[in-house]
């Protein structure tokens, strides 16, 4: 499996474990978090896991069994392993009850923006500013999520290495107002509202974001952020 760049980056809740149940879970073979430090980098590598499964494919127990000699991606995918569910075709290796996977962290270079909705940013604002301010209206990405309730077909994918949407909220206000969304397993852990201010002389993004995540997760997140969207980088 490769962790590209459309796969889940950090920020991001801590994961969760398995929990025993009466019937066996569907497989789920989830890509690692790419570390943003890494990726910022442009650091890669690949890693050979080893795993231990139980009669349901669970993953319970995870060992590097070639590293990336990167000790951060080899802790992402040790991450990421202890939550798969294996098919039985990929059991059908084991020896002994294990079986070895490679995680793979690369950037796809050739990734481009895929476009839903026409983009109406303002030719004034592709250089500008931006702020923190804060945003008060909702507790969770989940909730200000759950308020837009935006139609794919009004969003664009920003040419981002994370699963992330974009799209101007027209219904907020007379004012240009978008929003971001970053998601973890499907599931929004970053709201960002970006707000357009100044003018033509003084450019200027107000950037307001709810994180879900760790305070670290969180900081990253915001700086991340802050380095301005692609087709609107900050200043310098």
Known sequence: MSATTWAEVEPALAPATHTAT????????????????????GKGGTVLVNVATDACGRVVDAQVKRSS?????DEAAITAARLWVLTPEQRAKQVDGRVEREVSFAMDKTVRSVSYA??????????????LEPLEAFATARDASDAMKVDVADTIKPPYPLQSTFFRNRAASPQHEYWMFIYKAGAPTVAARYRLAGGEDDPLVKLALVCDGTPDAC???????????????AQR
């Open 69 to 73: 000699g990167v000790a951060m991606l």
């Open 219 to 233: 900081d990253q997140a915001r700086a991340f952020l802050l380095r301005g969207l692609p087709f609107a980088k």
């Open 22 to 41: 009466g019937t066996c879970p569907p497989p789920m073979n989830r890509p690692p978090i790419y570390p943003v430090a890494m990726m910022r980098s």
């Open 118 to 131: 026409p983009l109406d940013w303002p030719r004034t604002h592709r250089r500008p500013r931006y702020e």
